[in-house]
């Protein structure tokens, strides 16, 4: 007996890099960028973005827009198909963890980061796991992206770095024209 593996339509779709605190006001300038990993184009009608500080509120349902194998696509600001603000705009950080989530039309989870420390609210990874910490916070007009680019662990401290200014890259792979990091997993500038 031969068995089919069942690839669920989302496979590869990722969250890969945010603005959610932009060089001016927030309003109408914060963006998020995914990525499709996976080999089959995915059509991103009916799904939708959540944030969290203290609880998951959706601020963003998508428009049918395909996006294929290897491809990039911005929400918010300069998106395109997806273009508009976040309602309410993303958390930018502060005190204890914020999180940013992506979900299918069903409401399945596909993909989260959290960002910020600590994680009083207790925000879960894609796994269930509730990390002590997430990815570090960027402050205004830097990004933060997986690196690697599009890539996944499920662990946003390690799968998440804050890239400066000159290294955000909407709708594009990431890459950092930085010499290194510090011990937050920002990227510095060596100049």
């Known amino acids: 007996m031969l068995?089919?593996?069942?690839?669920?339509?989302?496979?590869g779709l990722l969250i890969n890099?945010?603005?959610?605190?932009?060089?001016?006001s927030d309003d109408g300038l914060e963006w998020v960028e995914l990525c499709n990993n996976g080999t089959d184009t995915i059509d991103l009608a009916g799904y939708s973005l959540e944030n969290a500080g203290s609880?998951?509120?959706?601020?963003?349902?998508?428009?049918?827009?395909?996006?294929?194998?290897?491809?990039?696509?911005?929400?918010?600001?300069?998106?395109?198909?997806?273009?508009?603000?976040?309602?309410p705009n993303i958390q930018n950080g502060g005190s204890d963890s914020d999180?940013?989530?992506?979900?299918?039309?069903?409401?399945?989870?596909i993909d989260t980061v959290i960002y910020d420390e600590p994680n009083t609210n207790?925000?879960?990874?894609?796994?269930?796991?509730?990390?002590s910490a997430g990815a570090a916070s960027a402050t205004s007009g830097k990004s933060?992206?997986?690196?690697?680019?599009?890539?996944?662990?499920?662990?946003?401290?390690?799968?998440w770095m804050v890239f400066a200014s000159t290294d955000v890259t909407p709708g594009a792979e990431n890459v950092t024209t930085t010499s290194g990091g510090d011990d937050t997993g920002t990227a510095t500038d060596d100049t």
């Open 99 to 109: 999180g940013l989530r992506l979900k299918d039309s069903t409401g399945t989870v």
């Open 17 to 24: 890099e945010v603005v959610y605190d932009p060089a001016s």
């Open 55 to 87: 609880s998951w509120t959706e601020v963003y349902t998508l428009a049918s827009e395909s996006l294929a194998p290897g491809a990039y696509v911005i929400v918010g600001y300069g998106g395109g198909a997806n273009t508009g603000s976040f309602d």
């Open 122 to 131: 207790s925000l879960t990874e894609d796994d269930g796991t509730v990390p």
């Open 3 to 11: 068995l089919a593996l069942v690839m669920p339509a989302h496979a």
């Open 144 to 159: 933060i992206g997986r690196y690697p680019n599009c890539t996944d662990t499920n662990v946003s401290a390690t799968d």
